[in-house]
């Protein structure tokens, strides 16, 4: 059974770069049946796409937050990774990591990660 | 940018009840349309996809329906665990966008 798990700090600085990596168990970053995304949500609010990304590579971000977003992937590792660059307490959320059936539907989810960031 | 809206944004229901939450799109895009629940402190769980179709391990009183810019997520005979945030979310052009969310109270 596919499961996910991030990690990264829950404490970032603002100003600093979020970095977050997500571990997939279970499966293999390279099956042909998922993508991978990125999705948030910030304290009592919905749920935004950050991006995503497939196995070889080729990743497309939410123009609100392409200049900042970064989505990689360590085939070796079996994990993809986030970065978000020039943080505010705006970007202050819980952070899912999730895999996405052919660029469609958010299939299986991570239990997420909160970030929060500090003046 | 597809904007989804969602109706009603809060409804307290009994249990038993039939309960039918709407999601309408700024713009037509097909069946690319999904259901996701989400319980107090939990991830979202994927209900319905492409509109109508149950996700597996999805109880059969959830059901979906629509196409286009309307759409419509359906739960027969609530029960009390249905107690949730339930959001639509698009997948038919980039960015990827999701519906503001529906908060089910259960009385």
């Known amino acids: 059974q596919l499961q996910l798990q991030e990690s990264g700090p829950g404490l970032v600085k603002a100003s600093e770069t979020l970095s977050l990596t997500c571990t997939i168990s279970g499966g293999s970053i390279s099956s042909n049946n998922y993508y991978w995304g990125w999705i948030r949500q910030p304290p009592g609010k919905g749920l935004e796409w950050i991006g995503t990304?497939?196995?070889?590579?080729?990743?497309y971000y939410n123009p609100s937050l392409k200049s900042r977003v970064t989505i990689s992937v360590d085939t070796s590792k079996n994990q993809f990774s986030l970065k978000l660059s020039s943080v505010t307490a705006a970007d202050t959320a819980v952070y899912y990591c999730a895999g996405q059936s052919n660029t469609s539907c958010f299939s299986v989810w991570g239990r997420g990660t909160t970030v929060t960031v500090s003046s | 940018e597809i904007v989804l809206t969602q109706s009603p944004d809060f409804q307290s229901v009994t249990p038993k009840e039939k309960v039918t939450i709407t999601c309408r799109a700024s713009?037509?895009?097909?069946?690319?349309l999904h259901w996701y629940q989400q319980k107090p402190d939990q991830s979202p769980k994927l209900l319905i996809k492409y509109a109508s179709q149950s996700f597996s391990g999805v109880p059969s009183r959830f059901s979906g329906s629509g196409s286009g810019t309307d759409f419509t997520l359906t739960i027969n005979s609530l029960e009390a665990e249905d107690a949730a945030t339930y959001y639509c979310?698009?997948?038919?052009?980039?960015?990827?966008?999701f519906g503001q969310g529906t908060k089910l109270e259960i009385k």
């Open positions: 713009q037509i895009i097909g069946s690319a």
């Open positions: 990304i497939y196995y070889s590579g080729g990743a």
């Open positions: 979310h698009q997948s038919s052009s980039l960015p990827h966008t």
